[in-house]
């Protein structure tokens, strides 16, 4: 079968159903109990900012709602790295840099199809910010993404060329992590790419959904990046899943 093309969900359409195959390690640890953090896991914060929650620009609907609940899985884990989108005023995404075009609409870029968004996370703006609320002081690392104005980056691990690292990879193998769980914002974009990017780095990888909001572009958005998320081996767990 060949590969999902992760861009077919951009195109709102759900795509078709892969199967998932065996439950894998995530299954086998929540037989034996819960799951115990180590030092090879590492928890990754996507985007809970300010132009993401409810009042923003981009406001992903009950984004706010993750923030307790991603503040208290912090504190299970040594290694929390927490990711920013930092854009340039005058971004490629952005659909005010295209005569003519209304947000949510999609071009085709030299990367590939692009979904043109309102502005939102500009460098430097109060947007920008981490959401009111997150308390996660012993993060060991700030990722800033989407910093270059000609090409987006949803994923923590790679933008979306797909040619340009942000790093994260080789900071991580360095500190000897072998899973990565993912939350934040939004399930359907940044979360399900850095989820995707992590397994295609060699990591396992595990989204807690109920640490998630998406943005359900369609009404389809979000059903159809688990199924992709699941094609590429990314695991389906809740926060009450970890001890």
């Not at 208290?72 to 920013?84: L, P």
């Not at 947007?127 to 989407?146: E, M, Q, S």
Request: hydrophobic letters at 40%; a negative charge.
């Amino acid at each position: 079968m060949s590969e999902f093309d992760r861009r077919s969900f951009l195109k709102l359409a759900g795509g078709a159903a892969v199967s998932v195959g065996s439950a894998g390690w995530i299954a086998q640890a929540i037989a034996h109990g819960k799951i115990t953090p180590t030092a090879s896991d590492v928890f990754i914060v996507v985007d809970v900012q300010k132009c993401f929650i409810p009042g923003g620009s981009l406001a992903v609907e009950h984004g706010d709602e993750v923030v307790p609940l991603i503040n208290a899985i912090a504190r299970k884990f040594e290694y929390v790295v927490m990711t920013q989108d930092w854009h340039t005023a005058d971004h490629v995404s952005f659909a005010s840099q295209h005569e003519g075009k209304k947000p949510f609409e999609m071009i085709d870029l030299p990367y590939g199809k692009q979904v043109l968004w309102p502005d939102h996370c500009v460098q430097g703006t109060e947007g920008a910010d981490f959401a009111p609320g997150l308390d996660i002081p012993h993060a060991v690392l700030v990722i800033r993404k989407g910093y270059h104005r000609d090409v987006d980056s949803y994923s923590t691990f790679m933008e979306a060329d797909k040619k340009t690292p942000t790093g994260l990879t080789g900071y991580l193998k360095q500190r000897g992590v072998k899973r990565c769980y993912l939350a934040g914002l939004a399930t359907d974009f940044c979360v399900a790419w850095s989820a995707m990017d992590a397994r295609s780095a060699g990591f396992q990888a595990s989204v807690i959904e109920d640490a998630c909001r998406g943005i359900n572009l369609g009404g389809t958005g979000i059903e159809a990046a688990w199924k992709e998320m699941a094609a590429k081996g990314v695991k389906r767990i809740q926060s009450g899943d970890l001890a």
